[in-house]
């Protein structure tokens, strides 16, 4: 084998497209682009355009809504717990708390806490420490001789909104009350000197009198 016979993989190195050469050449003229305009341009997105018409997407009406600060609890049955008992998964006469649920298997998340529902049997004794449950549930503990205990939540931190209005209360509640004396004081003050005001009108007046009566 010689050097010049060295040679790539057939298909490694393809040539350029040589566009608008003609329009025999496959990629003439308009070279790919199609006609004029916005399109022929490249980065341009139209998505949803309808040539300035209402929208297909704002034409429909907005159905639903989504609590964005809605929980996701873990569903816990009586009746499943009844299970896990039987099954060996958890240990009924240990305080039963989410972490030891969770070790189990017996729920498979643990995002925002357990919530306990009253579906099923219970015959076994539990003590339970829960984020929540129904009243249900509660009952149907409390009759098979357990007790459950209800983890404290955290509670919302308060918004912009409702922190700005606190404070605008606490302002008006410490504010002192002003007295009225003071106003009092201020319109007799003011009152002296529009009487003093006439009084010199009227010396001004007998002075112009007494001086004619003079003449």
Do not use: C
């Not at 490249?42 to 704002?58: A, H, N, T």
């Not at 639903?64 to 958890?90: C, H, M, Q």
């Not at 995002?111 to 219970?122: F, N, T």
């Not at 939540?153 to 009350?177: I, L, S, T």
């Amino acid at each position: 084998m010689r050097l010049n016979e060295i040679s790539d993989r057939p298909g490694a190195h393809r040539p350029k497209k040589r566009v608008g050469r003609g329009i025999g050449s496959g990629k003439g003229k308009t070279a790919g682009t199609g006609h004029k305009g916005q399109k022929s341009r490249s980065g341009v997105s139209l998505l949803g355009f309808e040539g300035g018409q209402m929208p297909l997407y704002r034409r429909l009406p907005k159905r639903g809504f989504k609590n964005p600060f809605s929980k996701d609890y873990a569903e816990l049955t009586t009746g499943n717990l009844e299970k896990a008992v039987t099954s060996g998964k958890i240990d009924a006469k240990k305080p039963i708390t989410e972490e030891a649920l969770l070790a189990g298997g017996v729920v498979k998340k643990n995002k925002d806490g357990v919530r306990l529902l009253a579906k099923g049997e219970l015959k076994t004794k539990f003590t339970l420490e829960l984020t929540g449950a129904t009243k249900g549930a509660i009952a149907t503990v409390e009759k098979a001789g357990g007790s459950i205990s209800l983890i404290p939540q955290k509670p919302k931190p308060e918004g912009k909104g409702k922190a700005r209005h606190r404070k605008f209360k606490e302002g008006a509640e410490k504010a002192p009350v002003k007295k009225a004396e003071p106003e009092a004081k201020e319109e007799s003050k003011d009152s002296q000197p529009t009487e003093n005001k006439k009084e010199t009108k009227a010396g001004d007046n007998d002075d112009s009198s007494s001086s004619e009566d003079q003449a």
